[in-house]
């Protein structure tokens, strides 16, 4: 049970503010404890543990810390991981219960006004908000909340310690089922503080209730109950002094109990008769005794005792006997004895705490009905203990030693309870008890409750014990008894008489018990037909019943497992901020915390199960991190060697590892922060790593599947267009196949491609000249006729063109070519080759004729002229000269000289080689005497003089193209020849036989 010691948190949070675990405390002294307690409540952080007890200071101020947001972050959060608050221990609690279906109980310890109650009611609301929740649910829990303020109302009162003390203990066990599901509740209430009905201290206030009836009840239900609206105006209220009271709504809280009476099913009947019974003890606080002369009391008010013999529905003649007289038994005979004033007074106020006691107790009853679970599955419970604080004044009555026993007891109870859980736990985990040194209060319990030694016993006897018996006497007996007790002291206070022995007997005479049993109010004669009126048995005292109650408790709260809530008052003006050190100690020191943390540190500070050790710090070793894959205890055992623990700093347990001081936990847990920060950029570097990488590979799919669907679109378009060229091609082969055919649906597309194909083609390469007679296409078959008609057309176009693009110079030139072409045409070798040489007017323009020549040959019109090579007769030897076409003759001329004339009409003809020289012979007439022979001549331009020649003198006929040899006449009678050959190079020369010899290069061959 004490779950972990949960305490990691605390670590985390030390050099904070103070310490959240006080275990942890270096030393355990007091002034440490102190010192941390109050630098937390400084700064408003009123929690703080002793490992799983949790400490609260009374911050005498609304913190912002119960909302709902606040609770919402404890829920299900291990203890160590949030800073202490006393949801986290509700919500472990619930936890523990739930996973190992076992009960438990909170127990609120503290003086009066430390904050038990509050604390209670922090933990209800918390179970409220936390647990799961259905409408049938809700309504048991709005019960179980609104008892509360019902209870509070008739139970707590404005004391000098709290103005709003629990003046009755109370222990409510809230029911869960195996679902954590919150499905009733039952209370157990103790001792209420009956006294106070009828008197209040200087300062304080009676019961709640009577105040909210009193300012808060409506017109009409005051005047039912004939109550005027002012407090002062009733005994029972007026004697502290302080009715009213400023931290105190009694209007509003009228309204909340009202409400709540509602909801915890008590209907209007019982309501009434409830505050007919509040009002009854208002009227009997203000009926007054006088005495007659006798010195017997009488009753000096009729009318208050009226509205109570009213209220209750009893006679009021009886009810004004027994409060007056004593019903005394004498041999049989029922004999009347008048009262004094005090013990009528007595009588009065025995009847007023009896109605109140007695009413309370129903109430209570009321209460667990409302909030009973008939279900008889199996439940677990947590119970919360929130009893009446230790209070100590000026003047204790009975009330402040049930009070304080009860405290005791319960102090008693804690220590078994933890030094017990803690030596169970040594030992479970094998391990050496060092026993610790603590205060046992068991010796002060068994002072007060020993059978027949113990005060308790001794106030009995007291009671019991026939003749005078006072206070006074009580206390010789207590002193006489057990004087030498170390925890006894006395104090006489002579003249203050507080009745302890009166309210241990709590007596209520015979003659008024008889009277209000038969009340008409149903709530005061359920409370009172229980008590038999004929038992002659005493009753046993109010301080026994009270004793076995505690005793019960005990036994329930033993069965159970223990939390602890220990709630410190941090002063007594009840000031916010304010921390009263002689205060805090002396509450430090009397709820033995000192004690517990001493208990609770026994050896070793820290504690903690393997696995969770190990979890925590094992990135301290690179052993156990990241992984530790054997025994837990093992990787424990590794890891505080790697960390240097030495031997006697800790032991190994059985399921934990047992730390002895603080110091070795802290240098591990601030390793452990280093570490935490390494570890974390690490893991951030790696995540963000991991996020980077997962955005890449999220693109990386997205490329993937635009590619991929990019690629399907491709290939449907590349299959669409393939299954196009198929189509295509299957129709072009089968055009082609069927080309030979008329134009049918098979070929007809094919024919038209072929037929523009071979337009096309035909268009970028036509015959560019006449000439060309090659570059013609040649046609498909179709197209053959077509081709041919076009060919023609072509042609019959460019010889128009070139035709009209001929001048009448261009004209003369073709004409005279034409002459040269049916001369030389196939006869002379270097004639193509001259065919594309344009023919010219004159070589030799008359400029460069001799002016002596000129004049002599002007009359006959030069046509032509031309320089010429002239070869010798006789040596042929070969002479440049100026040859000049004329009218009539052809003339020989160097420079000024005219050498030779030939006339036309001599020239017999004339001789070229079939080869590419440019010889020519002129074959003279022989009957001229004055010629000189042939004329041997060679000329550059030979087809142009030679043309020109025969056109001047009409020698076409006369031009012969010779092969071999030409014979030539160098005089009259004398022969010779020029004979012609080919060679690589041209040459003229005198050949041995005397012929000139004249060597031709080849024609190129075109
Ligand atoms: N946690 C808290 N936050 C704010 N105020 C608190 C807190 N706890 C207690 N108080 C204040 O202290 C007053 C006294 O508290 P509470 O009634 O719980 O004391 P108690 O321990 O039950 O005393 P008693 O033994 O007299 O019943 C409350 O009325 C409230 O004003
Ligand atoms: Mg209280």
Same mark, same amino acid.
């Given at each position: ?711 399907? @679109? ?5 299959? $669409?267009?393939?299954?196009?060229? /198929?189509? +295509? &091609? *299957?129709?072009?082969?089968? #055009? ?116 002596? @020549? ?5 009359? $006959?019109?030069?046509?032509?002229? /031309?320089? +010429? &090579? *002239?070869?010798?007769?006789? #040596? ?131």
């Amino acid at each position: 049970m004490q779950g972990q010691l949960d305490m990691e948190g605390a670590l985390t949070a030390r050099d904070q503010v103070g310490i959240q675990d006080f275990v942890l405390l270096d030393e355990t002294t007091e002034a440490a404890f102190l010192s941390n307690l109050k630098k937390r409540f400084s700064r408003d952080l009123i929690y703080t543990y002793i490992g799983t007890l949790l400490v609260s200071v009374n911050p005498y101020k609304d913190l912002d810390i119960y909302n709902k947001k606040e609770m919402e972050l404890y829920m299900g959060v291990n203890f160590f991981e949030l800073p202490p608050h006393i949801y986290a221990l509700a919500d472990n609690a619930y936890h523990t219960m739930l996973a190992e279906f076992n009960n438990h109980f909170i127990l609120i310890s503290g003086e009066s006004g430390a904050g038990k109650t509050e604390a209670s009611k922090k933990i209800l609301q918390y179970y409220a908000v936390s647990c799961p929740s259905t409408t049938l649910l809700n309504t048991v829990r709005d019960k179980m909340l609104m008892s509360n303020p019902v209870l509070e109302a008739f139970g707590n009162a404005k004391t000098l310690k709290n103005d709003n003390s629990s003046r009755f203990g109370k222990y409510m066990d809230i029911q869960f089922d195996s679902q954590g599901d919150a499905v009733g509740g039952h209370i157990l209430n103790y001792l209420l503080e009956k006294s106070r009905v009828v008197h209040q201290n200087h300062g304080e206030r009676n019961f709640h209730i009577f105040y909210q009836l009193v300012e808060g009840g409506e017109e009409d239900l005051l005047h039912q109950l004939g109550l005027h609206r002012d407090c002062q105006h009733y005994n029972y209220l007026t004697q502290g002094e302080c009715a009213i009271v400023s931290s105190i709504n009694d209007r509003n809280d009228w309204k909340t109990v009202k409400n709540a009476l509602q909801i915890i099913n008590i209907d209007e009947i019982n309501t009434n008769h409830l505050f007919g019974i509040v009002a009854s003890v208002l009227h009997l606080g203000n009926v007054q005794f006088d005495s007659n002369s006798k010195g017997h009391a009488l009753l000096n008010n009729n009318s208050e005792l009226r509205w109570v013999s009213n209220l209750l529905g009893v006679d009021a003649h009886r009810l004004q006997e027994g409060l007056t007289y004593r019903k005394i038994e004498a041999r049989k005979d029922l004999v009347l004895s008048p009262f004094t004033i005090d013990h009528a007074i007595y009588a009065r106020d025995a009847l007023a705490k009896a109605l109140y006691g007695q009413t309370f107790t129903w109430l209570v009853k009321r209460i667990n009905e409302s909030m009973e679970n008939k279900d008889p599955s199996r439940k677990t419970v947590i119970g919360l203990l929130d009893i009446y604080g230790f209070e100590v004044f000026y003047v204790n009555s009975f009330e402040q030693f049930c009070i304080n026993y009860c405290n005791e007891k319960l102090q008693q109870l804690f220590i078994q309870l933890t030094l017990k859980a803690e030596q169970e736990e040594y030992e479970a985990e094998g391990i050496e008890w060092e026993p610790v040194q603590f205060f046992n209060n068991k010796i002060i319990c068994d002072l007060i409750e020993e059978k027949h030694r113990g005060i308790i016993s001794i106030m009995d006897e007291e009671c019991l014990r026939p003749g005078d018996v006072t206070d006074l006497t009580f206390l010789e007996r207590l002193e006489e008894k057990m004087g030498n007790h170390p925890h006894f002291v006395t104090h006489k206070l002579a003249d203050k008489m507080t009745r302890f022995l009166d309210k241990n007997n709590d007596l209520l005479y015979r003659n008024i018990k008889d009277l209000i049993c038969q009340s008409k109010n149903a709530i005061v004669r359920e409370c009172f037909s229980t008590v038999d009126p004929d038992s002659r048995r005493r009753p046993e005292t109010v301080a026994t019943q009270f004793k076995s109650s505690l005793l019960k408790l005990t036994e329930i709260l033993m069965a159970k497992e223990a939390w602890y809530i220990r709630c410190l008052k941090s002063n007594e003006m009840k000031q916010p901020g304010q921390l009263d050190e002689t205060l805090i100690r002396h509450q430090v020191k009397y709820l033995g915390l000192m004690e517990h943390l001493r208990v609770r540190r026994a050896g070793f500070a820290y504690r903690r199960k393997y696995e969770i050790f190990l979890k925590r710090y094992k990135p301290l070793c690179p052993a156990t991190w990241p992984h530790w894959r054997g025994v837990p205890a093992e990787g424990v055992e590794v890891l505080v060697q790697h960390l240097g623990y030495l031997p006697n700093e800790y032991k190994m347990g059985r399921t934990k590892i047992f730390i002895r001081h603080p110091r070795t936990l802290y240098a591990t847990e601030d390793a452990y922060e280093k570490c935490k920060h390494e570890l974390a950029t690490r893991l951030q570097a790696k995540y963000r790593g991991y996020r980077a990488k997962g955005e890449f590979r999220k693109q990386k799919e997205a490329a993937t599947k635009i590619e991929t669907c990019w690629r399907g @679109v491709q290939a449907r378009k590349e299959r $669409e267009k393939r299954a196009w060229a /198929v189509k +295509v &091609i *299957k129709k072009f082969i089968k #055009g082609y196949m069927t080309r030979g055919q008329l134009k049918n649906t098979d070929n007809s597309e094919y024919l038209a491609f072929v037929r523009q194909n071979y337009l096309n083609r035909l268009k970028n390469n036509l015959p560019k000249t006449v000439l060309d007679k090659t570059t013609w296409q040649s046609p498909p078959a179709v197209l053959t006729e077509t081709s041919e008609i076009l060919r023609k057309l072509h042609y019959r176009l460019m010889v128009r063109k070139y035709v009209r693009g001929i001048t009448p110079q261009k004209k003369a030139q073709l004409q005279m070519k034409l002459v040269t072409s049916s001369i030389f045409k196939g006869k002379k070798d270097s004639y193509p080759q001259s065919v594309a040489q344009p023919f010219v007017n004159t070589r030799i323009s008359e400029q460069d004729i001799n002016m002596r @020549v000129l004049q002599t040959i002007r009359n $006959e019109h030069i046509k032509y002229s /031309v320089p +010429v &090579i *002239k070869y010798d007769r006789n #040596g042929f030897k070969p002479r440049p000269r100026q040859l000049i076409l004329t009218q009539t003759a052809a003339y020989v001329i160097e420079e000024a000289k005219i050498k030779q004339r030939v006339l036309y009409t001599t020239l017999k003809g004339i001789s070229v080689s079939n080869l590419t020289d440019g010889m020519i012979v002129f074959h003279i007439t022989d009957g001229d005497p004055k010629q000189k022979g042939d004329l041997i001549m060679q000329c550059d331009h030979l087809f142009e003089f030679l043309t020109k020649l025969s056109l001047i003198a009409n020698k076409q006929n006369a031009i012969k193209v010779v092969q071999g040899s030409i014979k030539i006449e160098i005089q009259a009678g004398k022969e010779s020849a020029v004979d012609f050959s080919t060679g690589l190079e041209p040459m003229v020369y005198k050949a041995k036989n005397g012929h000139l010899m004249v060597v031709a290069t080849r024609a190129r061959t075109r």
